[in-house]
């Protein structure tokens, strides 16, 4: 894991990737939690049985699951300090070009692509996810699962 400290530690960051977080298992218990906790069941994603018998072969996740696993990824991978706060700030552009299985695995790909001053003295900061997935056979997935162009706001310290 990488730490950027301050402005500085961000400026000498811009265009370079920050790293690659370990491989975590995507089960139906967390997929089935996302479910309630959103009120999204859809059958491809909860219900095993007829998921297994179409042509996905099992379940997968939900697009937003995998987006909403991003925080977790990302603190595997960067951290940001010497500021008074950070705030989401929200995604310039969100892209699920592949299907994470749930039985497969999931990581997150990191990289710094854009540092912009803010009127108020603070920065926002573009950090681009790239999630990428293994299959439930452990083979890789061709295709990131989910890129997320995502936005920080952060305030350095006084």
């Known amino acids: 894991m990488i730490t950027l ?3 500085a530690g961000l400026e000498e960051k811009v265009g370079q990737e920050l790293g690659v977080g ?3 298992d995507v089960t139906q218990e967390a997929v089935n939690a996302f479910a309630d906790a959103t009120g999204d069941h859809q059958w491809i994603h909860v ?3 007829r998921a297994r018998a179409s042509e996905f ?6 697009g937003y699951f995998t987006l909403s696993i991003g925080p977790m990824l990302a603190d595997e991978v960067y951290a940001l300090d010497g500021f008074a706060f950070g705030l989401n700030y929200g995604l310039d552009k969100l892209r ?3 299907m994470l299985q749930v039985g497969g695995k999931v990581r997150l790909r990191a990289t710094l692509t ?3 001053p803010t009127p108020d003295g603070g920065l926002r900061v573009g950090i681009t996810h790239t999630f990428e997935g293994e299959d439930r056979d452990g083979e890789p997935i061709a295709k990131p699962v989910c890129i997320a162009a995502v936005l920080l706001y952060v305030r350095p310290e006084d």
């Open 47 to 49: 219900d095993v049985e």
């Open 22 to 24: 370990p491989w975590h």
């Open 114 to 116: 854009d540092l912009t």
């Open 96 to 98: 699920f070009p592949a």
């Open 57 to 62: 072969g099992g379940t997968i996740a939900h």
């Open 5 to 7: 400290v301050g402005r």
